[in-house]
């Protein structure tokens, strides 16, 4: 993927996006999205009943650290005190013979030795600034560039689907729904987390004033109520104490739950918060260590939760950019460009790292401070839409991911 420099902004956390429509304040909380149909072939002759999951990591992912190349000469001395290593104390997980996965993803690691996980390196979408909020706008909505559009491509592929039987369950995590999963679809919301009797009574008082003025968003707050209630028990309530890293799993447990019922969703995303790490990053242990490891829980809770239906899923772990290739004077990483995308799943092609390797040579590094990117990140998810669902290229260029023709899918993601 060709890249051209453009003008940056400043690394800066205190933006505010765009305040969320009514109804994604209602729907909010870690919020589960629903599309109206199930796919007419969910129930194929041939017993394949794909499953996608898109789990999105908000903050921007040091990808140099989650897979290391470690047999890149100038990665080391780049990420200096927080580098991986090949041995000693802590030791990263060997991929191949150049890259290593981060040691707090052990199940990830067991995943790809079973040929179930893959890695794609050196990925970005093709926003180039340093906004998170814009960032994310362009990983969710698909489009070139940020405009806070309405809609999400997950959602606008579920629309390109052969329409079969009508479904109700609900799927999809994340402070409100996330924009990868907004747009026409009608969509329902729980949250893994047992309400307060006063905040089930202020959601039923919700239910009846909306009975009449908008039905669909009464009949999707009871219906959260009614999901929030059956996808609990005494094994999704969060113990005391409980970290991020134990809540991605948790919300990971609800998620399968659902997701491996006869009716329930076929396709989810989630939002998971929390990766932005200026400061204090950790190497091998640390801050970046403890959310890695809430993520493989999450990946194993999906494996585990959805059962035979992991057989014929794909999880794609995406950020909305990476971080910089050079650590800061505080131990962490600023706001970057190139970054890795995870795929896990039962239906993964995996035990490979795919990478059109640019090198971490200061000339090589994108803006002398970056990863150069030289994969889109609408090429992978082309790649498993079209693998998984089958849906044509054509409208993979100009529906789902529109005016991106230019950008092929990705072949062979999916076994």
Known sequence: METTPRETTTDCCCESPTSPSRRAVLLG???????????????????????????????????????????????????????????????????????ALHPAM???????????????????????????????????????????????????????????????????????TPLVLRGAAPTVGWTPVALPQAAEDTAM??????????????AALTQGLALDKAAQGDDMKPKPGTNGAGAMRLVARGAAKL?????GPRIGALAFDGWDTHANEGGPVGRLAQLLSGLDGALAEFESGLGSRWRDT???????FGRTARINGTAGTDHGTGTVALLAGG?????????????????????????????????????????????????LAETVFPDSASVKPMKGLVG
């Open 205 to 218: 008082r919700l239910i009846e004033l909306y009975r009449h003025r908008d039905p669909a968003l009464a």
């Open 259 to 263: 997701m491996a019922a006869d009716d």
């Open 29 to 99: 909380g870690a919020s589960f999205a629903a599309w109206a149909y199930l796919p007419k072939f969910a129930r194929a002759a041939d017993g394949r009943d794909p499953r996608l999951v898109v789990v999105i990591l908000r903050g921007a992912l040091d990808g140099l650290a989650t897979v290391a190349p470690i047999g890149d000469p100038d990665y080391a001395g780049l990420h200096g005190s927080i580098a991986l290593t090949s041995s000693g104390p802590n030791a990263a997980l060997m991929l191949d013979s150049f890259f």
């Open 314 to 320: 794909v999880v794609v772990v995406v950020t909305e």
């Open 347 to 395: 239906a993964v092609k995996g035990g490979r790292v795919i990478s059109d390797w640019p090198g971490l040579k200061v000339a090589n590094l994108y803006q002398a401070r970056d990863l150069a990117p030289t994969t889109d990140l609408r090429a992978i998810m082309k790649g498993v839409l079209q693998d998984q669902f089958g849906l044509a290229e054509r409208v």
């Open 106 to 176: 052990p199940e990830f690691a067991r995943m790809y030795r079973d040929k179930k996980a893959a890695v794609i390196h050196a990925v970005a979408t093709s926003y180039r600034e340093r906004s998170h909020f814009d960032g994310q706008d362009v990983l969710e909505s698909g489009f070139a560039g940020p405009g806070r559009v309405q809609s999400g491509w997950l959602n606008r592929a579920l629309e390109s689907l052969p329409k079969g039987e009508r479904v109700t369950s609900a799927l999809g995590v994340g402070p409100t």
